[in-house]
């Protein structure tokens, strides 16, 4: 077993990994931006080593700095959380040369994954649920057109790197396609390094379905279920929930069989997401496969009761699925994560400021995740994400209700937050009644803006 990780990440993440290697007993060592010298983890690991600097480049995204780090305090393995490196192949590369672990997938797998059109392509090879669409669009302007004739309007411009939304445009007419691939390669150069851009058919109004999978070094990979994420503004996930509604649970199990047979197949061997496009008439379409840990993996442990951490942890170090997991996994009662921003509720806007005021009430059934306390900065500098609350109930309609009555209890001074519009949205009939789509959140943001004049 590891004895010393590098936590490379901050706040509510590095808390979190951090709660586990105690639990393990093995040291840790994080490290911190000058920025994020006060936030909590860097007082509660063993070791904390500043990153001067306040921005990712310089900070947690510095290879060169973190590299030196790793080998100055003989880090034997490194936690990379989500974002940031949490996907780079170079630097898990060269944690690979210098003999420190990786935790997560084998480098082959990350570089697999992270071009999109090419981790499409080849799950296509592997039988996973893949919906129509092209290779890395040629610079043939009338190929180009013929390309995208060919899948059928509405098509969807995607880059074939990066994520977030960044240079996704939905084309409806031909004669909006080759102004609106050059907008999407331009911000694909600019914020991924890469202009290359694909196309895909563009799905209307679907639900967002994701599965979290675990593989060990052996060969073998399980799922753990399900997670609708449909509820997101600028394609960035606010609410998560598991089961996922109005879906009947034999499609559902039919959908989770026959991905883990695809990931099994291709040798997944760590924890891990597939994302899927469920459309209106029930087919399923591959989007990708993030080779980490999901900011909402507190909800599928919530149902399934498995410290996901601990088992990308175990796995990494080279124990059996068979060791790691219990004999039976099942789904437990039902669970909803929210997440709170640093942000206008209705613009969504990022709204930096001090937690001048910070109160998440300590309540049986309520999970909640946070790297801050009162009296830190929500810097400019990194993603806007103060807090994740997760509930547990018996069924979605508790489970709803619990997290509003939490909700209504939380107490954040000194900035703007999306609580307000978290509230709306689970008190709305269409998300209570199950009825969630990717398009959901704008409406609702319509409906949301006509009760603030009201008022």
Known sequence: MFKKIMILNRGAIAVRILRTLKEMNINSLVVYSTADKDLPYV?????????????????????????????????????????????????????????????????KLIDLMADKNRARNTMAQYSMPIGAGSDRLPDDEEEVKRIANGIGYPVLIKPCNGGGGIGMIPVYKEEKLLKSIQKAKSMAEKFFSDDGIYLESYLENPRHIEIQILGDLEGNVVNLFERDCSIQRRHQKIIEESPAPNIERAELNDVLEKVTASIQELGYDNVGTVELLRGSNGNYSFLEINTRLQVEHAVTEEIVDIDLVKSQILSAAGASLV?????????????????????????????????????????????????????????????????????????????????????????????????????????????????????????????????????
């Open 43 to 107: 007082k509660e690991a063993d070791e904390a080593v500043e990153l001067e600097g306040n921005t990712a480049q310089e900070t947690y995204l510095n290879q060169d700095k973190i590299i030196g780090i790793i080998k100055e305090f003989k880090v034997d393995a490194v936690h990379p959380g989500y974002g940031f490196l949490a996907e780079n192949t170079s630097f898990a590369r060269k944690l690979d040369e210098i003999g420190v672990k990786f935790i997560g997938p084998s480098t």
């Open 323 to 455: 060791t790691i997991l219990p004999d039976e996994i099942t789904q437990r009662n039902h669970a909803i994560e929210v997440r709170i921003y640093a942000e206008d509720p209705v613009t969504f806007y990022p709204s930096p400021g001090v937690l001048e005021v910070f109160e998440l009430p300590d309540e049986e059934g309520i999970r909640v995740e946070t790297g801050f306390t009162k009296g830190n900065k929500i810097t400019p500098y990194y993603d806007p994400m103060i807090a994740k609350i997760i509930v547990k109930a018996l069924d979605r309609t508790q489970a709803i209700n619990q997290l509003i009555a939490y909700l209504q209890k939380v107490k954040i001074e000194g900035l703007k937050t999306n609580v307000p519009f978290l509230l709306f949205a689970l008190n709305s009939s269409q998300f209570r009644a199950g009825n969630v789509t990717t398009k959901l959140t704008d409406e609702l943001v319509e409906q949301f803006k006509n009760e603030l004049i009201k008022h």
